[in-house]
């Protein structure tokens, strides 16, 4: 379950969808431009000026005109007739930054080329992410020749957290004379993942974490140069006589030789605690907003902890998801990463989940959006220490 939570991913048009882009359904429509509506307003004037005082040169122009117009949605027309557009969707997504989505734009006509298309996203998820997506610059494309196919390419910025799903691309031209602007509305669902901002700890933070202050020290299972014990074995040849068992030697004729364990890397074991109600954090705030920054908690100190050399896990309390285990690598952050994108805070609370006994010789956090709990791990941690913990820029 977790890695096909860190790779939800669908190519729009694949995957279990089989529907060929010349079956998807396609809504047409043109939008006269402000251009267009000074055009129309100057051709109407003409035409009235050549009815009341008839004029070859007047009825010349207004046929000209008026010519135009019916050129203008016809090349349009026809021209997108044959366009279809694959989106291939980012892997993965971050609030706040920004991500790049990629189209291939295919002219189907065998004839006829298509000249300054522009896409974007018609709907996006709930209205926020709707005008999240509409206040980015759309992908433009200056020419498809005919059978041939191109990439273009725009940029978007995730507002929240969590599954965005995507459900038709508006592709428009006003080729040739920006009077008319024929638009054609692609069936393209695809679902993103947006994964949690992550934010540096500050220095204080940190550089407990690194010393060990708050313990997490592992020792791993087999022998080293650590200090601990680990075991006995017989004397090996080259073996030091600093590592001899000499109290065992008194009823052996053999040597035998101490053996150290090595350690291992730092461990740390955070616990994202969801049990509280909604209800129950009023009183501090916001819910959804102090669940948030819980999960922006959770994300910043699980990436620090892994770029200084700790192995991480996480459960989480009060929701449906996996536990992942203590582990360290960019696939296990991404594991991670994806299981806090893909929490619903809109489900049930489980009030009667335990936290799982965390391993000895790690570091044991709990962050949760109320108040910090007393004696539930070594490091407790709230959303109201969220800018004590976290580097948080402020505006200017």
Request: proline residues 6%; positive net charge.
């Amino acid at each position: 379950m977790a890695d096909s939570v860190a790779a939800l991913s669908t190519k729009s048009g694949g995957g279990a969808s089989t529907t060929s882009p010349r079956r998807r359904s396609r809504r047409y429509r043109y939008r006269i431009r402000l251009s267009g509506i000074l055009y129309l307003l100057v051709t109407v004037l003409i035409g009235l000026a050549a009815a009341t005082r008839p004029n070859n040169l007047l009825v010349w122009i207004f046929g000209l005109l008026l010519g135009s117009i019916l050129v203008s949605g016809a090349v349009s027309g026809f021209m997108l007739m044959r366009v279809t557009v694959e989106r291939l969707d980012p892997r993965r997504a971050v609030v706040g930054e920004a991500t790049t989505i990629r189209y291939e734009v295919r002219n189907e006509s065998r004839r006829r080329s298509a000249f300054a298309l522009r896409i974007r996203e018609r709907r996006v998820g709930t209205a926020e992410e709707c005008e999240s997506i509409a206040d980015s610059s759309p992908a433009w494309v200056v020419h498809v020749g005919p059978r041939e196919s191109v990439h273009a390419e725009t940029e978007w910025t995730p507002a929240q957290r969590g599954r965005v799903t995507f459900t038709e691309v508006e592709v428009g031209s006003s080729f040739p004379f920006g009077l008319l602007e024929k638009l054609v509305w692609l069936a393209l669902p695809g679902e993103v993942l947006v994964h949690p901002r992550s934010l540096p700890l500050r220095d204080e933070v940190l550089a407990a974490i690194q010393s060990g202050r708050f313990g997490g020290l592992d020792l791993a299972r087999r022998p080293g140069a650590g200090e601990d014990y680990f075991g006995v074995r017989e004397y090996r040849p080259g073996d030091s006589i600093r590592q001899v068992a000499w109290k065992r030697l008194a009823g052996l004729d053999q040597l035998a030789i101490i053996e150290r364990s090595s350690n291992g890397p730092p461990r740390l074991a955070i616990a994202l605690d969801l049990r509280t109600p909604p209800e129950r954090l009023r009183e501090l705030g916001e819910p959804r907003d102090l669940e948030e920054r819980a999960i922006v908690l959770v994300a910043s100190l699980a990436r620090s902890a892994m770029q200084s050399g700790f192995e991480v896990g996480l459960e989480v309390l009060g929701l449906e998801a996996p536990r992942l285990p203590v582990r360290i690598g960019h696939r296990h952050l991404e594991r991670l990463m994806g299981t806090l994108a893909a929490l619903d805070l809109a489900q049930r609370r489980r009030a009667e989940a335990v936290r799982t006994p965390t391993e000895s010789r790690t570091l044991a956090v709990t962050i949760q959006p109320g108040r910090a709990g007393a004696g539930e791990s070594e490091w407790s941690i709230s959303s109201s220490q969220f800018e004590r913990i976290l580097q948080v820029e402020t505006p200017a």
